[in-house]
């Protein structure tokens, strides 16, 4: 089980875990976990600033901005003023595919993992993974 930390603002996480938001908008990509890999959910910019779920990255597209919005606005849950400031000055831009998306019944505190609030992302192991999935699924 390959993965990673991400941090999430609070509207988009809750399009995530309501389903109408199917893809991850993101300027890079991983490149040490491959093509599918599990994604954990940090919501961050709330009051709740914890691990909040996770979900399989079953694919990921990389093409212009434009391309990729045309391809995947209907599910992105972002407005398009907003999708092309975020990809200002960037000729790529990525969209993560989001499958089996689990929200936890208790999020997860970064302290019990012993990590911090991820700027682009985290890399996590094996065990830290299942310890995260322990801790949320109680």
């Not at 995947?72 to 990525?94: M, N, Q, R």
Request: with cysteine; net charge positive; aromatic share 10%.
């Amino acid at each position: 089980m390959k993965g990673i930390l991400i941090s999430i603002k609070k509207e988009y996480c809750q399009q995530i875990f309501a389903g109408t938001k199917c893809v991850e908008y993101r300027k890079a990509v991983p490149k040490a976990v491959g093509e599918k890999f599990t994604l954990i959910i940090y919501e961050s910019r709330s009051q709740i600033k914890k691990i909040v779920g996770m979900a399989t990255v079953a694919k990921i597209d990389s093409n212009t901005p434009q391309k990729i919005w045309n391809q995947t606005h209907s599910i992105g849950g972002i407005e398009k003023e907003k999708f092309f400031e975020y990809f200002k000055s960037k000729e790529i831009a990525y969209a993560y595919h989001l499958t089996e998306v689990v929200k936890f019944n208790n999020p997860v505190s970064l302290n019990e993992i012993g990590k911090t609030a991820p700027q682009n992302w985290t890399f996590l192991t094996d065990d830290e993974i299942k310890k995260i999935i322990n801790i949320g699924e109680k």
